[in-house]
């Protein structure tokens, strides 16, 4: 079975460091563009970065651009978020996706299951 599984969440002060990663399994995502997406209480789900099956494109929301960084392995499969300098605003749950496309990727349905990302003092 097609499983994505995100991992590396927690709870981190202001101004901290996490690193997300994301495992694929029931298949190889190497052809496939994958990202990251976040959902807050009561906000619409929204992409924060996005990558390139071969990695040489990539995307990132306004909001976190040059504070995050997405990489991915594909030999492991894996996809990654540096989040660095963390703000209160950056607390949401975190998917990650993948699809044809980083245009594309919102609409399939490889999500996973979320890692909670919470910023707090």
């Known amino acids: 079975q097609v499983q994505l599984v995100e991992s590396g969440g927690g709870l981190v002060q202001p101004g901290g460091s996490l690193r997300l990663s994301c495992a694929a399994s029931g298949r190889t995502f190497s052809n496939y563009a994958m990202g990251w997406f976040r959902q807050a209480p009561g906000k619409e789900r929204e992409l924060v970065a996005g990558?390139?099956?071969?990695?040489?494109?990539?995307y990132y929301a306004d909001s976190v651009k040059g504070r995050f960084t997405i990489s991915r392995d594909n030999a492991k499969n894996s996809v990654y978020l540096q989040m660095n300098s963390l703000s209160r605003d950056d607390t949401a749950l975190y998917y990650c996706?993948?699809?044809?496309?980083?245009?594309?990727?919102?609409?399939?349905?490889?999500w996973g299951q979320g890692t909670q990302v919470t910023v707090s003092s």
């Open positions: 990558i390139s099956w071969s990695g040489s494109i990539t």
């Open positions: 996706n993948a699809g044809a496309t980083i245009a594309t990727m919102a609409g399939s349905g490889y």
